[in-house]
Structures are given as C-alpha cells and as structure tokens.
C-alpha cells in the first residue's frame, strides 16, 4: 500500500510538473546563412498581415520581438537585412481526467446509511471531469531581405491565457522563449 501511494504521489508531481511548462520551442534555419552578416531588421507586413489573431495581439507581438531584438543589437531600418514575418495557430484541447480509482472514488453511492446505491461515504461512482484550455502555436519567421529566402523559423506552443490581464505577459514569454534560439549557436 506504501508503495501505491508512493507512486501516486509522483504521478501527481509529474503531472503538475508538466501541466505547468511553460513554452515548448523549436527552431529551424539555414546551416549556410551567416547570421553575423545581419545587423537591420523591419517586419514583413504581408506576412504579419495573414496572421490569424486580433490587431491588439499582433502589436503585442511585434512589440516583443521588436524588444527582443533590439536587446540582442539589432537596429530597426527601412533598408533591413531581415524581414521578420509570424504565423499562429491555436487549436482548443480538451482533457478528460478519471478520478475514479480501484472499486470506484469516494463520492456517492458507497456504502452507508443509505444502502448500497444511495446517498452515503464509502465507494462510489465519481464522474469523470473535464476541462478545456487553448494551445496555441507561434512561428517566427527570418527572411533574408535581399535574397527573399527563410533563413530561420523558430517555433513555440504553449496553452495561452485565458486572463486578459496576463495575455500580454503571457505573448512576452513566447516571444523570449523563442527567441533565446537566435542566432543559432548562440
């Protein structure tokens, strides 16, 4: 029985380890760029404009990439070495979590003062729970201004905020997160 609950225990650390990573991030690029060569950066409004998300978030966006590069020494120029373009995607995730565990969960129809199949404590049928949240998935495009190629994609996927509040908190994370892979090797 010790061991049981052992088990459960990590199962339930495990499980709130992972439910609360934050960004997932991947990235993609060119091996025969020379990522020292760009300097300059301006965003690539055809791409920008094809993105399936709400005008406010997409400022936010350019305004954390914006942020993100000029950290990294980037200057903002109307004659850039880089176009930078974005593309989104969310899908909703539903997960179905059964509490239910040996003969059944505490909850009604236990044993009791009421019978086998009354109201009462002991075994029970407990009914599985659901919840829904948004994964969403951000690209970040790098576009060799000159030769109008793709030079590097990074990607991130994580579950977006429902809170208003935390969305431009929340879009801050995704854009770091991303962008901490550029330049590669770096």
């Known amino acids: 029985m010790k061991k049981l609950i ?3 225990s990590f199962l339930v650390v495990l499980l709130v380890i992972t439910s609360c990573s934050s960004v997932k991030v991947a990235t993609d690029y060119d091996k025969n760029a020379n990522f020292g060569d760009y300097k300059s950066f301006a965003f690539y409004k055809p791409g920008i404009d094809q993105a399936e998300i709400n005008d406010l978030d997409k400022r936010r966006l350019l305004r954390a990439i914006e942020t993100e ?3 990294k020494g980037y200057i903002k120029s109307e004659k850039p070495d880089l176009l930078i373009s974005l593309f989104t995607k969310s899908q909703q995730r539903v997960d179905i979590y059964n509490n239910a565990w040996g003969m059944g969960a505490w909850g009604w129809g236990g ?3 009421y019978g086998a199949y009354g109201p009462g404590w002991g075994w029970g049928w407990n009914q599985p729970s659901v919840s829904t949240s948004i994964e969403g998935t951000l690209y970040i ?9 793709l030079i590097w994609q990074g990607m991130g996927t994580g579950y977006l905020s429902k809170n208003m509040e935390k969305k431009e908190e929340r879009i801050k ?3 770091s997160k991303i962008m901490e892979l550029y330049p590669p090797g770096s």
């Open 69 to 71: 590069l000029l950290a």
């Open 6 to 8: 052992q088990k459960a």
């Open 141 to 149: 495009d790098l576009i060799d201004a000159s030769k109008k190629e």
């Open 111 to 113: 044993w009791g003062p």
């Open 173 to 175: 994370e995704f854009v």
